[in-house]
């Protein structure tokens, strides 16, 4: 190899090496850009998923009005999975009882995403409470059709069945709630609830005249929530209903006795207690009840009944 050529190979290999070195710190100043965008990204996804966390946070402690707030800056902002964003902005809505503003967020939330079980049931809450009972009652098939072994969407439904008279499939309702709820750890709310759904299916079977069925039921509900009215009440009429007078009379004394009492539900005790006496040899004092019915009491029906006295039907 001549001098000319040696010197033209090292003059190429220099000319290479240097572009070589550019490049290769091209590609390394694209890399670090690459990699502090990426870090840029992360940053703001960890951000994100931190305020989606202190939103769900004051939502479970119901701080509705924050929690509210803090989705719908979320909203705004992000782009993940918005339909669960406008779902749990229903259920912060519902705490405040604004229910429109609910049912415009869960129903955002089911359009997004058709098979969001949790929005379809939040939609459903909007609507009973909007008094859209049959709507509500679409709602909740919608949630349980997507996920068939959630207690609270049987709740709802055996609930909202109760309220459309449909009795017979309002107890179907309930026994499956019932059993689902018993399958789940015993909590002070799960006791809540169960004490809830036997009282509402108590109140189904003597609808149905299924009074000794409805006796047992409310005994139930007792067993979780000694002092919960609705079922005290409802066993009291069974008891009377079933012509175990002395009994009705005697768990009547007791429920006037206590101190929580709105007038409504005085007035509702005292009327039993008068029709239980009517059938025992202490008739003649049954008249006192009635007349407490009347004193206590707006309520045109229940008047009507106290002044038929012990010739009520």
Not at 79 to 86: C, K, S, V
Not at 148 to 159: D, H, I, R, T
Not at 229 to 257: H, N, P, S, T
């Amino acid at each position: 190899m001549s001098r000319l050529q040696v010197l033209f190979s090292i003059h190429v290999s220099a000319k290479f090496s240097r572009l070589l070195t550019v490049i290769m710190c091209f590609l390394a100043l694209l890399s670090l850009g690459s990699i502090a965008f990426n870090l840029i990204d992360r940053h703001r996804q960890i951000e994100q998923i931190n305020r989606t966390q202190t939103a769900n946070d004051l939502l479970t402690q119901k701080k509705y009005a924050q929690a509210a707030a803090a989705y719908e800056e979320l909203l705004q902002t992000s782009n993940a999975r918005p339909y669960r964003l406008w779902t749990n902005h229903g259920y912060a809505l519902l705490g405040l009882n604004n229910y429109q503003g609910a049912l415009d967020s869960c129903s955002q939330a089911t359009a997004l995403n058709s098979g969001a079980a949790l929005a379809w049931n939040c939609q459903g809450e909007a609507l009973y409470y909007l008094q859209q009972t049959q709507e509500a009652l679409t709602s909740f098939k919608k949630a349980i059709a997507i996920q068939s072994e959630n207690e609270v969407f049987w709740l709802n439904y055996s609930n909202i069945l109760a309220d459309l008279v449909n009795h017979k499939a309002a107890v179907v309702a309930s026994k499956k709630a019932i059993a689902l709820f018993q399958s789940q750890p015993q909590t002070a709310q799960t006791e809540v609830n169960l004490a809830h759904l036997y009282g509402q299916q108590g109140h189904s079977l003597l609808e149905l005249q299924q009074n000794q069925s409805a006796l047992v039921a409310f005994e139930q509900s007792l067993s979780y929530q000694p002092e919960y009215l609705v079922a005290q009440q409802g066993q009291g009429i069974a008891l009377y209903r079933l012509g175990r007078f002395r009994q009705a009379i005697k768990l009547f004394e007791g429920i006037l006795r206590r101190d929580d009492l709105t007038a409504e539900q005085q007035a509702i005790s005292w009327l039993y207690q008068g029709i239980s006496l009517c059938e025992t040899p202490q008739a003649t004092t049954a008249a006192a009840a009635f007349e407490q019915v009347s004193r206590l009491t707006s309520n045109s029906r229940l008047r009507r009944m106290a002044r038929s006295g012990c010739g009520i039907s």
